[in-house]
């Protein structure tokens, strides 16, 4: 940072000294032992010694260290000042090395401003706990040293520093920092929280349920790091050819003299000019920006929307893929069963019915009873005895009368009306469970994992996009096509094992070249990592996460639309600024061979084009 304020200061020095000289020469002052080219020669060494030592210091340090000749962009420049000062051109090498230098630092700060939107991200870490002893009393300590099981207080306003669960009290959390999502989630007793999360008006005691290293916040910052050590393909093949680049250049240098010299009858001293304005005007500084910029702007974009990316290559490549296979239950669907139908014959009173139901079940172990219980809130309940038994289903009395609730195998002579009903709803992928009173069939509950609200908008705009969308699940034939049939998915494959997920990925890779995997269990790992792109559900399994190239901090499909609609942006605004910096350079260098253009224009458009180019990828960041 000091070395940067210096060379800022020594900056606006050399430019002061660069004006003088300028005012000098208007109007014709004579200020005793003070030449013009002396301060046109201290405004250059003070304003660009930094561009001037990066292009020959470093361009010698890298040869040395790589034993082969690697230049970089700065020695096109340093090579120009330098040539300009030779032939007696003072006032042009100053204005060359204070354009270049200027527009460098103002370079520097826009392409700084997509990782200070990344690094406002990483100062929201959490730092500090206030932990709970054993005699009550609240300490102050850093997060590090939370261990799992602390009780520790949230104070209202404060920031939550560890994942955890709220053992007492109610909040309000803005939970932004983690899945994007700007709505404050209601929480109470029993409900996680996550570390960078901040909390509302109530202050409450949580428990510690991780370390400071495991937290969903603190592997949010891991993968955004990540990410911007990761460049592009495209970025990183610019960063590959940009020394060859650059050699290039210099090689075109006599022979862009010596062909002006033969086709346009050059003098010496108008070739050497010519020569020079030939290496600013080629400086590949718009190409060398032309991607890096743009793909963090569209890396930060995506990290405060809650979709990190572990790298900028996955997210370049997200465009290009052709087929998307999708886990069901937890990625397609919500994730639990939820009661859809319940079907009762006319005789009996529905009310009553749905009480006794609600009562049996609230007793009960069985997996759909919750999803029973939660569909009935107004129901009452009743004192009954409930017994269970495995394979048979659940019983109980109540009013001298036996009921029962358990899956139709369990049951003969069942009413037509009854089983007509059954198979309609089965063939709709839905789970059915009979209710009996007396060993009479009188009713019915149907129940399904739906699939979640953005479901079919995602498969929708994958279909128009035309990638072939496909879904692989372990479910049966019946309910996996019903939901495939429901979101408009191109394929299903039903009743697959988890080791077969891996076989069906690479199917689809042979036929489709580039195929992402969407999933949120350990099941789905080996398919995620098989995958050209996997991307894991933040609410899915840490293995899950682990593995995945793209994680959706929220269980929402619709920031994966969005990621691919950031992914084509990205990669337009990435092939809009190599054309342009490329058309600049060839104008700039054929302009030179007809004598139209001079150093001070060439650098102040070569400057320019890459400020553009910069601006231009920075759009990303909203």
């Known amino acids: 940072m000091a070395v940067k304020n210096m060379s800022t200061k020594t900056y606006f020095l050399g430019l002061i000294l660069f004006l003088s000289a300028i005012m000098m020469f208007v109007f014709k002052l004579e200020i005793p032992f003070v030449d013009p080219k002396i301060l046109y020669l201290l405004a250059t060494a003070l304003a660009g010694y930094h561009v001037i030592g990066e292009g020959l210091v470093l361009t010698y340090q890298d040869s040395v260290k790589q034993k082969k000749f690697v230049p970089n962009i700065h020695i096109l420049m340093s090579l120009g000042a330098i040539g300009a000062i030779l032939i007696g051109n003072f006032e042009e090498a100053a204005l060359l090395i204070l354009i270049f230098a200027g527009a460098h630092f103002l370079e520097e700060y826009a392409e700084g401003k997509s990782q200070r939107e990344i690094k406002s991200l990483l100062e929201m870490n959490p730092t500090k706990a206030r932990i709970i002893d054993d005699q009550g009393n609240i300490n102050e300590v850093d997060v590090e040293k939370v261990k799992v099981g602390d009780q520790i207080q949230v104070q209202n306003g404060g920031q939550v520093p560890i994942d955890g669960m709220i053992i007492t009290g109610v909040a309000a959390i803005d939970e932004s920092a983690i899945n994007g999502e700007s709505i404050p989630r209601e929480k109470t007793v029993g409900d996680p929280v996550y570390a960078g999360t901040i909390n509302g008006n109530d202050s409450f005691i949580m428990e510690a349920t991780k370390t400071s290293d495991q937290t969903v916040f603190s592997k949010i910052l891991q993968l955004v790091d990540q990410s911007q050590n ?124 749905t009480d006794i139901v609600v009562s049996m079940e609230k007793q009960t172990n069985h997996p759909l009873a919750s999803a029973i219980v939660a569909n009935f809130p107004e129901a009452k309940t009743l004192d009954l005895t409930v017994e269970t038994q495995v394979g048979k289903g659940v019983f109980a009395k109540y009013q001298g009368d036996e009921y029962l609730i358990a899956k139709p195998s369990a049951f003969e002579n069942v009413q037509q009306s009854i089983t007509n009903q059954q198979s309609y709803l089965s063939d709709q992928g839905k789970t059915v469970v009979f209710i009996a009173k007396n060993a009479e069939v009188i009713g019915m509950i149907a129940l399904m994992d739906t699939p979640n609200e953005n479901a079919k908008p995602t498969i929708d705009y994958l279909n128009q996009q035309g990638i072939n969308t496909v879904m692989i699940t372990g479910d049966s034939k019946q309910t996996g096509e019903a939901i495939g049939h429901e979101i408009g998915l191109n394929e299903v494959v039903t009743e697959v094992l988890p080791e077969d997920k891996v076989n069906i990925i690479n199917d689809l890779k042979t036929e489709y070249n580039m195929c992402g995997m969407v999933g949120d269990g350990v099941n789905d790992a080996p398919a995620l990592v098989n995958s050209n792109i996997g991307v894991a559900m933040g609410e899915g399994t840490d293995v899950a996460i682990d593995v995945a190239d793209v994680v959706l901090m929220k269980n929402d499909l619709s920031k994966f639309v969005y990621s691919h609609k950031i992914s084509k942006r990205l990669n337009k605004v990435v092939w809009q600024n190599i054309i342009f910096s490329m058309l600049i350079v060839t104008l700039l260098v054929v302009l030179n061979f007809f004598s139209i253009t001079d150093i001070g224009l060439g650098v102040i458009a070569h400057e320019g084009s890459t400020l553009l180019v910069i601006l231009n990828g920075l759009r990303l960041l909203h």
């Open 230 to 353: 990761n460049l592009s393909k495209t970025a990183t093949k610019i960063k590959r050819i940009e020394p060859i680049y650059v050699k290039i250049v210099l090689l075109l240098f006599p022979i862009v003299m010596l062909l002006g010299s033969l086709i346009f009858h050059w003098t010496l001293g108008t070739a050497v000019y010519r020569g020079i304005v030939f290496l600013i005007s080629a400086s590949p500084c718009a190409l060398a920006a032309s991607a890096v910029p743009a793909t963090l702007s569209a890396i930060s974009n995506l990290a405060k929307h809650g979709v990190l990316f572990k790298g900028g290559s996955f997210l370049s490549n997200i465009s290009d893929l052709k087929a998307v296979a999708f886990d069901k239950t937890g990625t397609l669907t919500n994730g639990k069963p939820v009661v859809t139908d319940f079907f009762i014959e006319d005789d009996f009173d529905k009310d009553t019915l």
